[in-house]
């Protein structure tokens, strides 16, 4: 591992462990995140951090072997389901006589909403119409939002480089990549994949990319939660695939007729559960020695990277 990626990636970490930290501390999760997204010379060292990654390593990887790339498993997964028969597939095995509404493709194009894009590397796809979307973005073809707070409602608006309101049910698909494992409370990561389920048109599909260089079986508790949580509210779990340092996932929006109530709001919450959750403050330096006994500078490439749609 070279002494740059090394820095590089413990910049990172350490930012997701002093979130962690600051909500053990108080408790409270809305001030601790607003004031992350006030501190801004840690979000720009950030950004700048991981965009040096993917420079620097993932692109190099991404070439080097394809069939690991989380940007190349999306782009497949969206060309399959929208244009090769995988939406006439999952409309077969629901078994019933609705009459699905059909999809329509602006151009033949698949509307994107990627979050915590950083530095849009899902641009280059030409099938693709993408609104990439980040808290720090590192490129100027990428727009300023925080997604927990971002309004939402008839329309999307942008203001010059800040967007400041998303459409509802208007996307083919909306991307999770190394997104809620950035966010230091299951809390926040459901609220996530809420306002994700209102953004997405009927049978849209929600990507969600997660990180573990363990085998698929190491961390199936974590996924079988998650796959319930998001169920109750409507989306449907259809393609799982375990690759050599994630877990990825694509669920389809489907109409949910019953109304959850504010406790079964917050069982649900708790579902979003990651390993770190539960790691105590005396934990760090463990931490640190098991991620560098633990990564090669590859792995690092795909573990240490929080912010979504990173390519390796």
Known sequence: MSYD????????????????????????????????????ARLKTYASSMHQLASKHWEQLR????????????????????????????????????????LMLKESKISVLDVGSCYNPFGEFEELDVLSIDLCPALESVYQCDFLQVAIGEKTVIDGKIVLNLATSHFHCVVFSFLLEYFPSASQRWACCEKAQQLLAEEGVLIIITPDSKAAHSNSKVMRSWREALAAIGLKRIKYEKLQHAHCMAFRKISVHSEITCEEREILASKMYIPQDFHCASDSETEDKDDVNKFTEAELAEGFTHLPMLIE
């Open 63 to 102: 070439v080097n072997d394809p069939a690991t790339s989380r940007i190349n498993w999306t782009w497949s997964f969206l060309l399959y389901y929208f244009f090769n028969g995988g939406l006439e597939i999952q409309r077969q095995k629901s078994g019933s006589n609705t009459e699905w509404p059909k």
């Open 5 to 40: 990626g090394k820095m590089l990636a413990d910049i990172i970490k350490n930012v997701h462990r002093q979130l962690r930290q600051e909500l053990r501390k108080t408790g409270d999760t809305d001030s601790v995140w607003t004031n992350h997204c006030r501190n801004l």
